[in-house]
C-alpha cells in the first residue's frame, strides 16, 4: 500500500511538473518547404511488374468475423471508401470528392456488402498507376482481418489467441511488403510539404476516412481477452456511434490512433498497434499526394513510393522500440510514450503526456479519472469506452464514475478475480448497466484514491470475493453489492484528478472543456 | 451412407468460402482466362457440371472438378478431371487427367496489357486416348474503360500421338470481356462473355465460332457461383457444332 501511495504522490508531482509547462510553446515539427528525395535503398519490388497477389494464413478461424454480422458488414464497407476516392483522383475527379463521390461513398458505408470488397476492382485506374501500393495495403488489410478473426473465434482460449497472433505478425512481416511495428514519429510523418493538403480540402471525405479508422482501431478492445459471447453487444454501443457520430466527424486534430481506441490491445501487442497506425499514416500520406495539384504525374508515383519506403519494415532493420539518440524528429525517431510501447511520437508528447483529439492532454501512465499511476501488473484495473474514446482507469469505481460522467452509453471493460474472465458492463443511455457475468459482486470501501485498485473491485462469485477480503481483513466489514448496489453509487471527480492545462498543439485556442482536459 | 454424407457436409462447411469473382478463369463459366493467377499459398477447389448438346447426336454430361495452389507469386499450379457421360453412347468416360501451370508475367500497368501464359498437359487416362495433349496459351488483360475488362487467350495445342484423321496441332483464340455489375453500390459479381475460334481437331473439318455469356457471383467472402451459356453460331468446312452448351460452377478457396 505504501508503495501505491508513493507512486501516486510521485504521479502527482509529476504532473504538477507536467503543468508548470503551461503556456509554454509545443514545439511541433515545422512544415518542410522541400519535397522527400528517392532514397538510394528502394526496395527492388516496387519496380517489380507481378501484381503479387497473397493469400492469408490458412486457418480455423477465418473469416470469424461474421459472427458478429453488423460489425463485419461495416468492416467490408470500409474497404470501398478509400478505394473509391483514389479513382476519382487519378481520373482527375477531385472536384467531386466532397459531393458525387461522398455520397457515394456514404451510401456504402449505410448501405454495406454482405462480403468483403476486392477494393482493386473498385480503383482500376488507380491500380494500374499505383499497384506497388496496393500490395502494402492489401497485406496490411489482410493483417487487420485476420488478427480479428482470431479474436473472434469461439473454439480456442486467450492464450491460444494471443500466439496465434504473434504467429500472424511473423506471417505478416516474413513479406517484403510488410509495414514496420515500430512506432514512428508521428509529426515527422505529418511533416511534408504535401502534408494535411487532404484533410484541409476535402474535410467531408477525410471524416469519412479517419471515421473509419476509428473503427478499424476501437474494435481490438471490444475483441481482446472479452469472451466472444460479449463481443456483439458492444458493437451495438460502438456501431450506433460509428454510424451517427464518427463518420461525419471532420473536427478531429489528428487520424485516431490505435492506443487511443484500444489501449489494451495496444499494451499487449504493441508491434501491430503501431504496425496499423503507420498503416493509417501511409494513407494520410498518399491522399495529401493525390490531392496535391501542383505536384506532376511523375512526382505524385516519386513521393508515393517514398512514403511508402519510410514506414517499411525493411527500411527500420534492426532499429528498436524508444530508440531515438540523435534521430529525433526524424524517419529513424522510435520514440514512444514509456507507458504506451504501441503508439508513436505525437506532436507536442512529452513522455506519457499527449494530446488526444476532443480529450486534451493525457496521461497515458495514469488514471484518466483520479489521475493517480496505473498498477503494475495485472489486474490492470479496466477500461472505459464512451463518446468514441476508450481510457485506461485504476479500478472499477473509476470507470463507473467517469462514464457516469459521460453523456450516452458506455462500455467498462474490467478485470475481475478471474483472470480469464473480464467483466463487461454496457450502460444504456440513463446509466443502466448490464454486465456479461451473472452474478457479479462488486467490493467498493471508498478511501483514499492512490489505493483504489485495492478497495474497488470485481469477483465473479460471492466465494471469491470473501476470499479476497479474508486475504485482506481492512474489507471485512464491507458489504459486497450486486450490480444495481454498485451502479447506484457515484464519488464524482476525485480530488486527486489533475487536468493538464496547456494549449492544443495542432490548433489555436482553449483547450476542451470536458474530457480528459476537462 | 450417413457417414459419406457427414463427411461431405464437413468437407463442403469447411471450404465453404476466396475465390474471386473478378478472377477469371477457364471453365467458370467460359473459356477464357484472365492475367491473373490465384494467390500466392491459395488452395481452391472448382466444381462444374456442363451440358453439352449437338445436333447429330445426344447431349454430352460433364462434371470437372479441379484443384488449384498457389505455388508461388503469380504462378499457380492445378489438377483436373473431367469425366463425361454421352448419352448417345450410353456410356461414361473418365477423361483426361490435366495438369496445369499458369504464370502471370505483369500486371497491368498504365496501358500496357497484363500478361500471363498457362501451359497443360492431359495425361491419357480416357477412353481410347493417346499421347499427350498439351496446351500453350498466352494471355493478355487490359482495361476498356473504367471497370469493363478484354481478355486475349490465343491457343496452340499439340497432340502427340493423333489417331487417324486427327491433327497434330490446331490453333484458337478466345476474346473474353468482363464487367463488375452493379457498382458503385454492390460489389459482387461480374458479367463475362466471350467469342471463341477453334480449330477441329479433325482433318478436314476447319473452325468453329462460338460465343457465350455469363455470370460469376460471390456467395462468400471464399465462394463464387458461376454460371453460363454458349453456343457454336457457325463452323467451316462441316466441323461439329454444339447448338449450346450450359455450364454451372461453384469455387471455394481456402
Known amino acids: ?518 | 451412407m450417413r457417414r459419406l454424407l457427414l463427411i461431405s457436409g464437413l468437407l463442403l462447411s469447411s471450404l465453404a468460402f476466396a475465390s474471386d469473382h473478378n478472377n477469371i478463369e477457364a471453365g467458370r463459366p467460359l473459356r477464357f482466362d484472365d492475367a491473373y493467377s490465384i494467390a500466392f499459398r491459395e488452395r481452391a477447389f472448382e466444381f462444374g457440371l456442363s451440358l453439352d448438346t449437338f445436333r447429330r447426336r445426344g447431349p454430352t454430361y460433364g462434371n470437372k472438378t479441379e484443384f488449384k495452389y498457389g505455388l508461388a507469386k503469380n504462378q499457380d499450379i492445378s489438377v483436373a478431371f473431367e469425366p463425361t457421360y454421352s448419352s448417345s453412347e450410353r456410356r461414361g468416360d473418365i477423361g483426361n487427367v490435366e495438369i496445369g501451370y499458369f504464370n502471370g508475367l505483369r500486371r497491368e500497368i498504365d496501358n500496357s496489357p497484363a500478361l500471363a501464359y498457362r501451359v497443360d498437359v492431359g495425361l491419357p487416362t480416357g477412353r481410347g486416348a493417346k499421347g499427350l495433349d498439351l496446351r500453350f496459351r498466352g494471355i493478355a488483360t487490359k482495361a476498356l474503360g473504367q471497370y469493363d475488362k478484354v481478355h486475349l487467350n490465343l491457343d496452340l495445342n499439340m497432340n502427340t500421338n493423333p489417331g487417324p484423321g486427327e491433327r497434330r496441332h490446331t490453333v484458337g483464340a478466345v476474346l473474353g470481356y468482363s464487367k463488375p455489375l452493379g457498382y458503385p453500390r454492390r460489389f459482387d459479381q461480374t458479367l463475362v462473355a466471350d467469342f471463341a475460334i477453334q480449330q477441329s481437331k479433325n482433318e478436314g473439318d476447319g473452325f468453329v465460332g462460338s460465343v457465350g455469356l455469363g455470370l460469376r457471383r460471390q456467395v462468400s467472402p471464399r465462394a463464387v457461383f458461376d454460371i453460363g451459356i454458349t453456343s457454336d453460331i457457325f463452323s467451316t468446312k462441316g466441323a461439329e457444332r454444339s447448338p449450346v452448351r450450359f455450364a454451372i460452377g461453384y469455387s471455394v478457396s481456402f
Open chain 1, 1 to 518: 500500500m505504501k508503495a501505491i501511495t508513493l507512486l501516486g504522490i510521485t504521479a502527482i508531482a509529476s504532473l504538477g511538473l507536467a503543468q508548470d509547462h503551461s503556456g509554454h510553446q509545443m514545439a511541433g515539427m515545422k512544415k518542410q518547404t522541400e519535397l522527400p528525395a528517392m532514397p538510394r535503398d528502394m526496395p527492388a519490388w516496387l519496380a517489380a511488374p507481378g501484381a503479387d497477389h497473397l493469400f492469408y494464413k490458412a486457418a480455423p478461424y477465418n473469416w470469424a468475423i461474421n459472427r458478429i454480422p453488423k460489425f463485419a458488414k461495416d468492416m467490408y464497407a470500409t474497404g470501398v471508401g478509400h478505394a473509391m476516392a483514389y479513382e476519382a483522383l487519378v481520373r482527375g475527379e477531385a472536384s467531386t470528392l466532397e459531393t458525387k463521390t461522398f455520397d457515394t461513398i456514404n451510401w456504402v458505408l449505410k448501405n454495406q456488402p454482405a462480403m468483403p470488397v476486392d477494393e482493386g476492382a473498385i480503383s482500376p485506374t488507380f491500380l494500374r498507376k499505383y499497384g506497388y501500393l496496393e500490395k502494402v495495403f492489401d497485406w496490411a488489410h489482410t493483417l487487420h482481418f485476420q488478427t480479428i478473426d482470431v479474436f473472434a473465434h469461439p473454439g480456442w482460449t486467450d492464450e491460444q489467441k494471443e500466439k496465434e497472433i504473434e504467429r500472424l505478425w511473423a506471417f505478416y512481416e516474413a513479406q517484403p511488403y510488410a509495414i514496420t511495428g515500430l512506432p514512428m514519429n508521428m509529426d515527422y510523418l505529418d511533416s511534408f510539404s504535401y502534408s494535411m493538403k487532404f484533410r484541409t480540402d476535402y474535410p467531408k471525405v477525410n471524416g469519412l476516412f479517419w471515421g473509419y479508422h476509428w473503427l478499424q482501431t476501437v474494435n481490438y478492445d471490444m475483441l481482446y481477452r472479452v469472451p466472444v459471447k460479449d463481443q456483439a453487444p458492444q458493437y451495438e454501443v460502438l456501431g450506433a456511434r460509428y454510424h451517427e457520430t464518427e463518420l461525419y466527424k471532420t473536427d478531429r486534430d489528428f487520424m485516431p490512433m490505435t492506443a487511443e481506441m484500444s489501449p489494451r490491445f495496444a499494451k499487449r501487442f504493441p508491434q501491430i498497434a503501431n504496425a496499423f497506425d503507420n498503416l493509417h499514416m501511409l494513407h494520410d500520406n498518399v491522399n495529401d499526394i493525390l490531392a496535391q495539384p501542383q505536384l506532376t504525374e511523375a512526382q505524385k508515383q516519386e513521393q508515393v513510393k517514398i512514403a511508402i519506403y519510410r514506414v517499411l519494415a525493411t527500411t527500420h532493420i534492426s532499429e528498436t522500440p524508444g530508440e531515438s539518440e540523435g534521430k529525433e524528429n526524424s524517419l529513424h525517431d522510435h520514440r514512444h510514450p514509456p507507458s504506451m510501447p504501441g503508439m508513436g511520437w505525437m506532436k507536442g508528447s512529452e513522455d506519457d503526456i499527449m494530446w488526444m483529439s476532443g480529450m486534451g492532454w493525457m496521461d497515458m501512465s495514469a488514471c484518466s479519472h483520479c489521475s493517480i499511476p496505473m498498477p503494475e501488473g495485472n489486474p490492470w484495473g479496466a477500461t472505459v469506452s464512451a463518446e468514441g474514446w476508450t481510457m485506461m482507469v485504476r479500478c472499477l469505481m473509476c470507470a463507473r464514475d467517469m462514464a457516469g460522467e459521460t453523456p450516452g452509453r458506455a462500455i467498462i471493460r474490467a478485470a475481475t478475480n478471474d483472470p480469464n474472465r473480464l467483466l463487461v458492463l454496457i450502460s444504456d443511455e440513463e446509466g443502466n448497466w448490464t454486465s456479461n457475468i451473472d452474478g457479479i459482486v462488486f467490493l467498493e470501501k471508498y478511501g483514499e484514491h492512490p489505493e483504489c485498485s485495492g478497495w474497488s473491485r470485481a469477483f465473479t462469485t460471492l466465494a471469491a470475493l470473501e476470499k479476497y477480503v479474508s486475504e485482506n481483513p481492512e474489507y471485512k466489514d464491507t458489504k459486497p453489492l450486486n450490480l444495481a448496489e454498485w451502479a447506484a453509487l457515484n464519488h464524482g471527480t476525485p480530488d486527486t484528478y489533475r487536468k493538464i492545462d496547456k494549449p492544443n498543439p495542432y490548433k489555436p485556442g482553449p483547450p476542451p472543456a470536458k474530457g480528459g482536459g476537462r
